[in-house]
């Protein structure tokens, strides 16, 4: 069975800084791409930054280059986003998912609360 476990989510103020984790089991994680996306309140799931299998390339949204890193353990299964100088807009619920050609899996996510 594939699980994917987000946590780290929060209240935080703006410019402060979260990393989020995605502890993942049941795939042989070397092998997937893994990306992050959000969904804000009353806003279309967007993807946020996502991260090769075999050279970890990564690649990140418009709005959260240069503010936002993905990285990836793979001897502990777990794919990280670091967050700083988190804005308001920031504030939705984070998704981590496992990419293998037609195969995704999704994780339940993780609330990320930005505010004053």
């Known amino acids: 069975q594939v699980r994917l476990v987000e946590s780290g989510g929060g209240l935080v103020q703006p410019g402060g800084s979260l990393r989020l984790s995605c502890v993942v089991s049941?795939?042989?994680?070397?092998?997937?791409?893994f990306n992050w996306h959000r969904q804000g309140p009353g806003k279309e799931r967007e993807l946020v930054a996502a991260?090769?299998?075999?050279?970890?390339?990564?690649a990140y949204g418009d709005a959260v280059r240069g503010r936002f890193t993905i990285s990836r353990d793979n001897g502990k299964n777990t794919v990280y986003l670091e967050m700083n100088d988190l804005k308001d807009e920031d504030t939705a619920v984070y998704f981590c998912?496992?990419?293998?050609?037609?195969?995704?899996?999704w994780g339940q996510g993780t609330q990320v609360t930005v505010s004053s």
């Open positions: 998912s496992a990419v293998l050609l037609q195969n995704r899996y």
């Open positions: 049941g795939l042989t994680f070397e092998n997937y791409a």
């Open positions: 991260i090769g299998s075999a050279l970890h390339s990564a």
